[in-house]
């Protein structure tokens, strides 16, 4: 709807955005007015707090005023100075205060407003835990304050922080000094063993048989030796690899 006017006004259509500009002008206006009064506030009582003279300084000195009558005005322009310098120090610490407190108050409210995530453990908090909670426990086993049956000499059947089982598994430290080592490289080296020990095994037996060589008055191959006992190493090797693929290395 069209508002009332006086008479003889021409009345224009209201708009939305017009509407929202003419209700915000006059609080803008108002913040300036307040803001420049502040402006004009500080800076005469900054100026009578460094200038105190200053009014005495301006007046004219062919007025002809004595000493005598210049004393009172220059008192009574000295009090107003220091009473606008506290005037505008209680405005600006007033204002100080009614900001924070908005601020604050905002900054209470988008606190309230964010929802609270729950905390979810991931796969590497987990192992984070589990690594500081076994160096921890390793530590305190191996000190005098724990004391066990276990750890008297020739009993303890592993170390403390080298566990052979956990959670119903084997380590790889069932493996001794293999347990560095890959799965992949533990299969390659069983099916190398193994290749090499078969090889020497039928060379000793089949191929090129030892035995009917030493009764005609020969001597064995030596190399034939060898590389038939890489053979039952080679089953080692591949239970090694299998105890790698289970902790995941």
């Known amino acids: 709807p069209i508002s009332q006017v006086r008479p003889g006004f021409h009345t224009?259509?209201?708009?939305?955005?017009?509407?929202?500009?003419?209700?915000?002008?006059?609080?803008?206006?108002?913040?300036?007015?307040?803001?420049?009064?502040?402006?004009?506030?500080?800076?005469?009582?900054?100026?009578?707090?460094?200038?105190?003279?200053?009014?005495?300084?301006?007046?004219?000195?062919?007025?002809?005023?004595?000493?005598?009558g210049a004393a009172p005005f220059a008192g009574a322009t000295e009090a107003p100075g220091w009473g606008v310098a506290a005037a505008g120090l209680c405005l600006g610490a007033h204002a100080g205060l009614a900001m924070a407190m908005r601020a604050r108050t905002a900054r209470k409210a988008e606190e309230k407003a964010a929802p609270v995530k729950k905390y979810v453990e991931s796969v590497a908090d987990a192992r984070l835990f589990e690594t500081v909670y076994l160096q921890y426990t390793s530590e305190y086993l191996k000190g005098p304050l724990y004391w066990h049956e276990d750890k008297l000499q020739g009993a303890l059947p592993d170390y403390p922080g080298e566990p052979m089982i956990k959670n119903g598994k084997q380590t790889s430290n069932v493996l001794g000094n293999l347990k560095s080592f890959s799965s992949n490289e533990l299969a390659f080296l069983?099916?190398?063993?193994?290749g090499i020990g078969l090889y020497g095994n039928l060379q000793f037996l089949f191929?090129?048989?030892?035995?009917?060589?030493?009764?005609?008055?020969?001597?064995?191959?030596?190399?034939?030796?060898?590389?038939?006992?890489?053979?039952?190493?080679?089953f080692f090797m591949h239970i090694a690899c299998y105890i790698q693929r289970q902790n995941g290395k």
């Open 190 to 194: 069983a099916m190398l063993f193994f």
């Open 207 to 234: 191929y090129d048989p030892q035995w009917a060589k030493v009764d005609a008055g020969g001597y064995f191959n030596a190399s034939y030796i060898i590389e038939s006992l890489l053979l039952p190493i080679s």
């Open 12 to 68: 224009l259509p209201s708009v939305p955005c017009c509407h929202s500009l003419v209700t915000v002008m006059p609080r803008f206006a108002t913040a300036c007015a307040t803001a420049a009064a502040a402006c004009y506030a500080a800076g005469a009582a900054t100026q009578a707090f460094l200038m105190p003279g200053a009014g005495s300084q301006r007046t004219p000195a062919h007025l002809g005023t004595t000493a005598a």
